[in-house]
């Protein structure tokens, strides 16, 4: 959509949500009501608007996002659709960059009186777009409208002949069209319907990533290395991604070489081997001085973490050294079969200097060692069925050692082995964020954030808001005061969307109070770095790489999509809230 549509949508926001507003999402949408999925899952509404079919399709049982690029009309929606289950998004056709770099896909998705608002030129972007974020068997739903704009607007020819073209070049097969005249009773002004579906083999990543694992040719287990650790960052590190073009997510290339440490660290320090040749760490090309002079832990080598300036230099240097070996050999080599071209491409810069002094595992530190281009199919695959990829990846790559092992007459263990594999997560640590909250038991100022109740030194609990059972995760960002009763009603379950709304103004007020506002400046970074690099927050425009304050609206928006992607990727089970007693203002501790 133009800026200047934007911009009249800004400027008339309340008269048009109240024209929106004046038809029930049924009646505008009834044609589409009999080919809805019988498993409600994640829907995403395009060009939401007012919010009104947001809104249906949330009553229809479907967990939804609202994509709309006019403030004044999110702002509209979000007043007359206060729902939690409504996640908004500022975002766009024919790019949703931002929406696109989170790794969501859709068992729905709808685009209402949108279309004519893209020129000619931009729709087969827009479309493929569109497509990338359809689930396997999947639909997408579209209303174009023809005739006459208003006084003072301009609109784009459309036809349902073009997205049949469109549906056609992506293989979308479209499953049903019709017409009907305008509700609103405007002269020359009907409406076309068209309805498309994914088929159920969607893009191929899922075979292509079994190739990689099972199949491709393997001389060390350089392969299984970069993708398991590009498989991490999808999984854990979202907020680094950013859509570059069409077909394509950027990661920083920094990042891969962290993720790369982190895991061969644990196998080197095992001793044990990465290639048949009997020659330890000499045959491989990332094992340097720098690594031998590293003195961080796996644990350490994570997103948001500060290095001393006692320990910078070797592991900047590290991750030079790694970084090369990654873009001259596995990212080089691992090809889609039958062709030589790269699935991966690493793009490294140059021109990275030595820091001085101590260091951030930021994004920017991050990616001023380039950048590695994945496309967005695999990417998404990854994001996805991150928990199921895994394991493939770990087996292959213990096949692989137990044969090097054999080969060099050298017993293995299958002990070490395993412990060595295991993708290093920080222990379960809660003693810092305790020891924030314990200082404000003194005042009584201390709250529970799903419950309201204030917390005594007794009563006072601190809570993973995703729980660690399922996605381990010391973040300060998901580390919350609760009420010890209410966190064990909680136990091992997903806030649900309603839940997770009505606490939003005591989470904000409790990271405000614990991290924001706090004196201790490396506390503050290190809680914006946490959020920036876990989460999927879209990239906001004015924001750069080295400014890491991000508004905390914008950290819970990133929290409900990480919610939505549990919740349908995962199945994890949902919490409803505190039970009967433990609502704001029943007594007291």
């Known amino acids: 959509m133009s800026r200047k549509s934007i911009s009249v949508y800004d400027a008339e926001a309340r008269t048009l949500a109240n024209r929106y507003e004046s038809l029930e999402f049924t009646r505008v949408h009834g044609w589409l009501l009999p080919f809805l999925p019988q498993t409600r899952g994640a829907a995403l509404d395009v060009g939401a608007g007012s919010g009104r079919d947001a809104k249906g399709l949330l009553g229809l049982g479907f967990e939804v996002v609202a994509v709309e690029p006019s403030a004044g009309m999110r702002e509209e929606g979000k007043r007359r ?118 088929p159920d083999d969607e893009t191929g990543a899922l075979p292509l990533l079994r190739h990689v694992i099972l199949k491709s040719d393997k001389s060390s287990t350089y392969k299984l290395g970069l993708l398991r650790a590009v498989s991490r960052i999808a999984d854990g590190s979202p907020g680094m991604a950013m859509a570059c073009g069409e077909e394509m997510v950027s990661i920083p290339l920094g990042l891969v070489g962290l993720f790369w440490i982190r895991l061969y660290k644990p196998l080197i320090d095992g001793n044990l081997p990465q290639n ?45 050294d790694t970084v090369e070996t990654i873009t001259n050999m596995p990212a080089k080599y691992m090809t889609f079969p039958g062709k030589q071209v790269a699935i991966f491409k690493a793009n490294k810069k140059r021109t990275n200097r030595t820091p001085v002094g101590e260091i951030y595992l930021d994004e920017a530190y991050l990616r001023s060692f380039g950048e590695m281009l994945v496309p967005v199919h695999v990417w998404k695959a990854l994001a996805r069925y991150d928990a199921w990829i895994e394991p493939a990846l770990e087996s292959e790559w213990m096949r692989l050692m137990e044969g090097y092992l054999e080969k060099q007459g050298r017993e293995a263990d299958p002990r070490v082995m395993i412990r060595s594999m295991k993708w290093s997560e920080p222990s379960r640590d809660v003693s810092l964020v305790k020891g924030i909250g314990q200082s404000f038991l003194s005042g009584n100022r201390l709250y529970c954030v799903w419950s309201g109740r204030r917390l005594t030194e007794k009563t006072f609990d601190v809570d993973h808001c995703f729980p660690w059972a399922a996605w381990p995760c010391d973040d300060l960002w998901n580390l919350f005061p609760a009420h010890r009763t209410v966190n064990h009603q909680k136990s091992a379950r997903l806030p649900s969307a309603k839940v997770l709304l009505n606490a939003a103004d005591r989470i904000m007020e409790w990271w405000n109070a614990a991290y924001t506002s706090n004196d201790n400046v490396s506390l503050k970074k290190r809680f914006y770095l946490e959020a920036r690099g876990t989460l999927p927050i879209a990239k906001i425009s004015g924001l750069f790489l080295e400014d890491p304050l991000i508004p905390l609206e914008k950290i ?15 199945g994890m089970e949902e919490w409803n809230g505190p039970s009967a007693g433990h609502e704001k203002g029943w007594g007291e501790g």
């Open 276 to 320: 048949p040749k009997n020659q330890g760490t000499k045959a491989l090309g990332f094992i340097k001085d720098s690594w031998r002079a590293l003195t961080l832990s796996s644990l350490d080598l994570r997103p948001g973490i500060r290095v001393s300036s006692q320990d910078s230099n070797a592991l900047h240097q590290t991750i030079r």
């Open 81 to 198: 659709h206060p729902d939690p289950g409504l996640v908004w998004m500022d975002d766009a056709l024919p790019g949703l960059d931002s929406l696109v770099s989170q790794g969501l896909s859709f068992d729905l998705i709808l685009v209402s009186a949108v279309w004519m608002h893209l020129s000619p030129e931009d729709r087969p972007r827009a479309f493929r777009k569109l497509v990338s974020l359809m689930k396997s068997g999947g639909i997408l739903a579209m209303t174009l409208r023809h005739g006459p704009p208003e006084a003072g607007r301009f609109l784009y020819e459309v036809s349902a002949d073009e997205v049949e073209r469109l549906a056609k070049s992506q293989g979308v097969a479209i499953v049903y069209g019709g017409t009907e005249p305008d509700l609103m009773g405007r002269p020359g002004v009907t409406w076309s319907h068209v309805l498309l579906k994914l």
């Open 556 to 570: 819970l928006e990133g929290i409900s999509l990480k919610r939505l992607s549990l919740r349908t990727d995962q």
